[in-house]
């Protein structure tokens, strides 16, 4: 028998993408190496502030002002490391840390660093 699991609101979610990113050399740069980013997936979701009860929780030096939490409810593979492009704004991420949630709720939720645009 299958139940209803709560969802988080469609009207909230937007289009991100994860990617992974890899460094290749550049030899037409003197080989120097350069990112290149592979995405792996595509999932809804959404990136919020962090709220006052996260800022008392969090383990000191674990986060920084670029610090923000990211909502999904697909069942997306994401790993900390991995780069998170928003397609709504063009914002860019970075994964830090995956935080836990109740087994009941399919959400998913992370840390991310945001990368100045």
Known sequence: ????????????LHILTVSDRKFVRDSAHGGQS?????????????VLPLSNKDWKQLPEGSFTSNTQKLYT????????????????????????????????HPMLRFLVEGVAK
């Open 1 to 12: 028998m299958l139940y209803a699991t709560p969802k988080l609101p469609r009207a909230l």
């Open 34 to 46: 350069k990112p290149v980013y592979e995405v792996a997936a595509t999932f809804w979701g959404i």
């Open 73 to 104: 409810d697909d069942p997306v593979k994401i790993k900390p490391g991995q780069i998170i492009r928003d397609t709504f704004d063009g914002q860019v991420y970075t994964v830090t840390t995956e935080l836990n949630h109740n087994s009941i």
